[in-house]
Structures are given as structure tokens and as C-alpha cells.
């Protein structure tokens, strides 16, 4: 049973355009989400994360959105560029506010065209 | 900066044969997480060390055991290897238990 669920396992954006990419969970314990990005033949490189008590968290081009009542995050990226083409993984974890061991969703490949 | 090392990048065994990954770190990073990713999955955790003891334990067959030694380098090894073990495992680092995760490149393991 999957508890965190990336549904699109693709999209494919424009140079300059906004990247959106989503993540639902099943299990209401979890109280830290983090994006990671894959690049082929590397391991996952962490991006940005949001605690359960916030509802937005911005980092330069990147924001995550969580919405707790809808058990869903997401991941804007303005402006995208060629270079953020890899694969996105949303990660939750519960350990009381921290982190603890993490459960991924399977990823969207994420496409930047020039 | 330095990045968690992960040796070997590449390994080949055949089925009941044993296999031994090896994590290093980020320095003063005190714990350790071991993840399994199988093809067209999602990395699955497998076990965790804070300060060289075992913290936490996820889907980690018997045939596997880890160890974190005084150096905070770890060791995941492998016995009875099966076909279905062939995958890439992580291995995250980071800097207090339940701090962010830092992970390696990952050891490719095929089972022949």
C-alpha cells in the first residue's frame, strides 16, 4: 500500500515556464515532507522540505505547498530551467516534528525543454 | 563539500552468494540510513544507526545485517543473495538523528 503517491509519473514543461509537480499521503502521522532531486547515476539530492505546521516554504526558485486537510503537497518551480530536468521524489516521514526514516512516492520524471 | 561515499558503484554476484556495501559519511554526520531501490521503484528503507546503534528497522530481509562502526562508517551485508535482490542501495547520511538526508550515489547491485 503506497502511502505517499506521485500521480503523474511525467511532465514535461517549458523553458521559463512554472513546474508543478504533486504528491498525496495517506497516513496523517506524517509530520515532515521533503522533495528530493535524482539525476541519472546519482543518489537523491534533497531540495526542500516543510514542516506540518507551515503551510508554504520557500527556498529561491522553489516553493512546496502542503495542504493538510487534502493530504497533499507540491512543488512549484519558477522559472524552470533546462538544468531542473530529472526525476522528483516527495518524501514523508513522522518522528514528532523531525525526521526519521523516509517513505518516498515512486517519482515524476520531469522534463525541461529549451 | 564532501559528499557520503558509497563503495563499491558497481557489483556482480551470483544467487547464494555474499555481498558487503560500504557508507561513508558526510564528516561529523553521526547517523546512517540504508535504502533499497528495485527497478522502476521507489527507494524503500531498510534499517538506520544514530551513534553507532541501531535506530530504526524497515523492510530488511533477515539475510541482511548492518553495522555502524566507531568511525560512523556503516556496512550493509548481504548473505543468500537472490535474484530479486538486485537493485541500487543508498545510503543517506546526516547530521543528528532525524536531521536531513544526504544521500550517496548508491551501489548498483546485480545477482546473477
Known amino acids: 500500500d503506497q502511502q505517499v503517491k506521485q500521480n503523474s509519473p511525467s511532465l514535461s514543461v517549458q523553458e521559463g515556464r512554472i513546474s508543478i509537480l504533486n504528491c498525496d499521503y495517506t497516513?496523517?502521522?506524517?509530520?515532515?515532507f521533503l522533495w528530493y532531486k535524482k539525476y541519472p547515476a546519482e543518489g537523491p539530492t534533497f531540495l526542500i522540505s516543510i514542516s506540518s505546521i507551515k503551510d508554504k516554504n520557500e527556498d529561491g526558485r522553489f516553493t512546496v505547498f502542503l495542504n493538510k486537510s487534502a493530504k497533499h503537497l507540491s512543488l512549484h518551480i519558477v522559472p524552470s530551467q533546462p538544468g531542473d530536468s530529472a526525476v522528483y521524489f516527495c518524501?514523508?516521514?513522522?518522528?514528532?516534528?523531525?525526521?526519521?526514516?523516509?517513505?518516498f512516492g515512486k517519482g515524476t520524471k520531469l522534463s525541461v525543454k529549451p | 563539500a564532501a559528499g557520503v561515499i558509497q563503495s563499491p558503484r558497481h557489483l556482480i554476484k551470483e544467487k547464494r552468494e555474499t555481498a558487503t556495501l560500504k557508507c561513508y559519511p558526510i564528516p561529523r554526520h553521526d547517523t546512517v540510513y540504508w535504502y533499497q531501490q528495485g527497478p522502476g521503484q521507489d527507494p524503500q528503507f531498510l534499517i538506520s544507526f544514530y551513534e553507532k546503534m541501531q535506530s530504526d528497522k524497515g523492510s530488511i530481509p533477515d539475510r541482511f545485517s548492518a553495522q555502524q562502526f566507531s568511525d560512523y562508517h556503516s556496512e550493509l551485508n548481504m548473505s543468500s543473495l537472490e535474484l530479486g535482490d538486485s537493485a541500487l542501495y543508498f545510503c543517506a547520511s546526516s547530521p543528528r538523528e532525524f536531521g536531513t538526508q544526504y544521500f550517496g550515489p548508491g551501489t548498483r547491485l546485480l545477482v546473477l
Open positions: 518524501a514523508a516521514s513522522y518522528h514528532g516534528g523531525s525526521q526519521g526514516n523516509l517513505i
Open positions: 497516513n496523517s502521522m506524517f509530520d515532515y
